[in-house]
């Protein structure tokens, strides 16, 4: 089964410029996050997504940053324009629909990160 | 905002058992305890959840106390490959699906 992937791996751009993360969930997971690590801080939670609904954005910095995930499967993280701050690695994580046993307690699995570095 | 708290690095001897510490004294009653560590360069990787009884898998063990106020992560025979950053979380959010990460636990293991 593949895991989440992330693309690119890697990314420069300059400050002002538009940068566009992708994320492929694992197949058929409902649920996928968005998280970053921007330099010396922790890992942080930006936003949730069941299918194409965004279920909790209560992360997100500000309104440069737009995620979206039309038709429910890959996601999209649109920094626009970039600044300085925004550099880091962002991080994105999928989860099945829970049963409602497993309610409360699914696993998110990560993918490898895309490292943003805003120059 | 972290909901967690580690000691922020610990060394062990390859093959010995490793003993992660955490403390959660804020959690709440239907608050899950996760751990994942990080590799260099990698994402986060799921290790062991639990809620109030003991866990284990073919990774780790998970010792939870009866307040729930703390747990341990235990690697029964470290090897060089567990040489990683190791997160304690607890999910919370509106829709109990945040993970806060904290400052995460540096383990190097030690040939």
């Known amino acids: 089964e593949a895991g989440v992937t992330q693309f690119p791996s890697h990314s420069v751009i300059e400050k002002g410029q538009t940068v566009t993360l992708r994320c492929d969930p694992i197949?058929?997971?409902?649920?996928l996050y968005w998280y970053r690590r921007v330099m010396g801080k922790e890992i942080k939670f930006l936003l949730h997504?069941?299918?194409?609904?965004?279920?909790?954005e209560s992360g997100m910095p500000n309104n440069r940053f737009l995620a979206e995930r039309t038709g429910g499967t890959y996601s999209t993280l649109k920094v626009q324009p970039a600044e300085l701050e925004d550099s880091g690695v962002y991080f994105c994580?999928?989860?099945?629909?829970?049963?409602?046993?497993?309610?409360?307690?699914?696993?998110?699995?990560f993918g490898p990160g895309t490292r943003l570095l805003v120059l | 905002d972290a909901k967690t708290t580690q000691p922020t690095s610990m060394d062990c001897a390859e093959g010995r058992a490793a003993n992660l510490p955490c403390n959660h004294s804020t959690i709440s009653g239907n608050e899950y305890v996760y751990w994942y560590r990080q590799i260099h360069s990698q994402g986060p990787q799921y290790i062991i959840h639990g809620l109030k009884n003991n866990e284990t898998n073919e990774m780790a063990s998970l010792i939870i106390t009866e307040d729930r106020k703390s747990s341990t992560l235990i690697l029964p025979h470290a090897t060089l490959r567990d040489t990683a950053v190791y997160y304690c979380?607890?999910?919370?959010?509106?829709?109990?699906?945040?993970?806060?990460f904290g400052t995460g636990t540096s383990l190097t293991v030690i040939p």
């Open positions: 994580a999928s989860s099945p629909r829970p049963t409602y046993l497993d309610r409360g307690r699914e696993t998110q699995y």
């Open positions: 979380i607890v999910r919370v959010g509106n829709t109990g699906n945040q993970f806060y």
């Open positions: 997504f069941v299918k194409e609904s965004k279920q909790d």
């Open positions: 197949s058929g997971h409902d649920n």
